[in-house]
T-cell receptor, first 112, second 114 residues
Framework: DQQVKQNSPSLSVQEGRISILNCDYTNSMFDYFLWYKKYPAEGPTFLISISSIKDKNEDGRFTVFLNKSAKHLSLHIVPSQPGDSAVYFCAATTSGTYKYIFGTGTRLKVLA | DTAVSQTPKYLVTQMGNDKSIKCEQNLGHDTMYWYKQDSKKFLKIMFSYNNKELIINETVPNRFSPKSPDKAHLNLHINSLELGDSAVYFC?????????????FGPGTRLTVL
């Protein structure tokens, strides 16, 4: 039972345009959501997070939106740059459980 | 300055052998984790330790035994290796007081069982 799903395995975007990566979850107990970026042969690195008490969090070119009623979150990257090409994982957790559930990742390719 | 380090980076071994993967973090975090990323790229939590105490064990076979000698180290020992154990294993650490629930990952150990 995959509680966190990223239904798009890959996405290609032109440099300078917006990249939108989507993530759906099923467990209503999740109250904190994170996005990680992963380059080949490296571990995931934290990108941005959002608490369930918010519906938007912004950090530079990265914005995460949370729609709790739809159990959906998205990561927007504007403008996209070639260096953003990587696999993006969304993850969810319930505060205090120390348990993170990861999606299967979306491979983003930003074309120069 | 490597925040979370793992050794070895690559491990190739025969079925039935016993092997260990070491993990160290120099971030002063109190919680450490082991994850397994299989061939389908699922990143799945295996174990979580908080202040050297096991707090999560996610239906992992008994052949896998984590050991935390101190808060900075969480090693993974695997007995009687099987073909299905081939995967990339990631160690991670976190501290509640730092950027709320953010985890720092090591570079991964690619284990290949022949």
């Amino acid at each position: 039972d995959q509680q966190v799903k990223q239904n798009s395995p890959s996405l290609s975007v032109q440099e300078g345009r917006i990249s939108i990566l989507n993530c759906d979850y099923t467990n209503s107990m999740f109250d904190y959501f994170l996005w990680y970026k992963k380059y080949p042969a490296e571990g995931p690195t934290f990108l941005i997070s959002i608490s369930s008490i918010k519906d938007k969090n912004e950090d530079g070119r990265f914005t995460v939106f949370l729609n709790k009623s739809a159990k959906h979150l998205s990561l927007h990257i504007v403008p996209s740059q070639p260096g953003d090409s990587a696999v993006y994982f969304c993850a969810a957790t319930t505060s205090g459980t120390y348990k993170y559930i990861f999606g299967t990742g979306t491979r983003l390719k930003v074309l120069a | 300055d490597t925040a979370v380090s793992q050794t070895p980076k690559y491990l190739v071994t025969q079925m039935g052998n016993d092997k260990s993967i070491k993990c160290e973090q120099n971030l002063g975090h109190d919680t450490m984790y082991w994850y397994k990323q299989d061939s389908k790229k699922f990143l799945k939590i295996m174990f979580s330790y908080n202040n050297k105490e096991l707090i999560i064990n996610e239906t992992v076979p008994n052949r896998f035994s984590p050991k935390s000698p101190d808060k900075a180290h969480l090693n993974l020992h695997i007995n009687s290796l099987e073909l299905g154990d081939s995967a990339v294993y990631f160690c991670a650490s976190s501290a509640k007081l730092q950027r709320d629930w953010e985890q720092f990952f090591g570079p991964g150990t690619r284990l290949t069982v022949l």
